[in-house]
C-alpha cells in the first residue's frame, strides 16, 4: 500500500536555488498539508489544501508555495532557498481533517 | 493559533519503569491526538480522543483526556526500548489544522 509518497528523500540545495517538494497520495484523501520539523521540535503547518484547486496558508507560509491541480498531488515549492528553509519536510493527507497520515519525510539542507 | 505545551521535553528511563508524559494548553480542544514519530520516519497515529474525561487503553498504553478537554495524558506501563521515539499530541484548530506540540522525546534503555 503506497499511501502518502514524498520526493526526493533527501536534497541539498545552494542558497538561492529553487525546487519542488513532491507529494502524491492514493487513497483519494481530499485534505492534504505539508509541514516542516525542525530537529527536536513538532511540526509546524506550511501550507494545506481541502480540495482540488483550494490552497490555504499555515502557521509558517512564507517562502514556499503550493499548488493542487489534482486530488491527488500536492507539490511544495521552494523559491530562492535560504539556510533557515534546512529541515525535515512532511506530506500528508486526511479524508477527514482529525486523522492524518504522513510521508516518510525529505531531508532538506540549504548551503 | 492554539499552543500545545508538552512535558517533559526529554525523558530517559530503564526497560520496565512506567511513565507519563502530558499535553496542556489554555484553549479547549474539540479532539485531540497522540502521534508516534521514529527516527527517519513520520508521525504515526496512536489514538485520537474527542470526549472529556475519556480514557483509551492500547496495550500498555493510556490516554487519558481532561474533563474540561483543556489537557492530555500518555501513561506507558513497563516500558520497553520499543517505545522509544519522539510522542507529539496534535489538537484539531480552526480551518480543520492539526496543531502539533513540540515532543516528548522517550528513550527506553535496555
Known amino acids: 500500500n503506497a499511501g502518502v509518497t514524498q520526493t526526493p528523500k533527501f536534497r541539498i540545495l545552494k542558497i538561492g536555488q529553487s525546487m519542488t517538494l513532491q507529494c502524491t497520495q492514493d487513497?483519494?484523501?481530499?485534505?492534504m498539508y505539508w509541514y516542516r520539523q525542525d530537529p527536536g521540535m513538532g511540526l509546524k503547518l506550511i501550507y494545506y489544501?481541502?480540495?482540488?484547486?483550494?490552497?490555504d496558508k499555515g502557521e509558517v507560509p512564507n517562502g514556499y508555495n503550493v499548488s493542487r491541480s489534482t486530488t491527488e498531488d500536492f507539490p511544495l515549492r521552494l523559491e530562492l532557498a535560504a539556510p533557515s528553509q534546512t529541515s525535515v519536510y512532511f506530506c500528508?493527507?486526511?479524508?477527514?481533517?482529525?486523522?492524518?497520515?504522513f510521508g516518510e519525510g525529505s531531508w532538506l539542507t540549504v548551503v | 493559533t492554539q499552543l500545545l505545551e508538552q512535558s517533559p521535553q526529554f525523558l530517559s528511563i530503564q526497560e520496565g519503569e512506567n511513565l507519563t508524559v502530558y499535553c496542556n494548553s489554555s484553549s479547549v480542544f474539540s479532539s485531540l491526538q497522540w502521534y508516534r514519530q521514529e527516527p527517519g520516519e513520520g508521525p504515526v497515529l496512536l489514538v485520537t480522543v474527542v470526549t472529556g474525561g475519556e480514557v483509551k487503553k492500547l496495550k500498555r498504553l493510556t490516554f487519558q483526556f481532561g474533563d474540561a478537554r483543556k489537557d492530555s495524558s500518555l501513561h506507558i506501563t513497563a516500558a520497553q526500548p520499543g517505545d522509544t521515539g519522539l510522542y507529539l499530541c496534535?489538537?484539531?484548530?480552526?480551518?480543520?489544522?492539526?496543531?502539533f506540540g513540540s515532543g516528548t522525546q522517550l528513550t527506553v534503555l535496555p
Open positions: 496534535a489538537a484539531s484548530g480552526s480551518a480543520r489544522q492539526l496543531t
Open positions: 489544501s481541502v480540495g482540488a484547486g483550494i490552497t
Open positions: 487513497m483519494n484523501h481530499n485534505y
Open positions: 500528508a493527507s486526511s479524508r477527514q481533517a482529525n486523522t492524518i497520515y
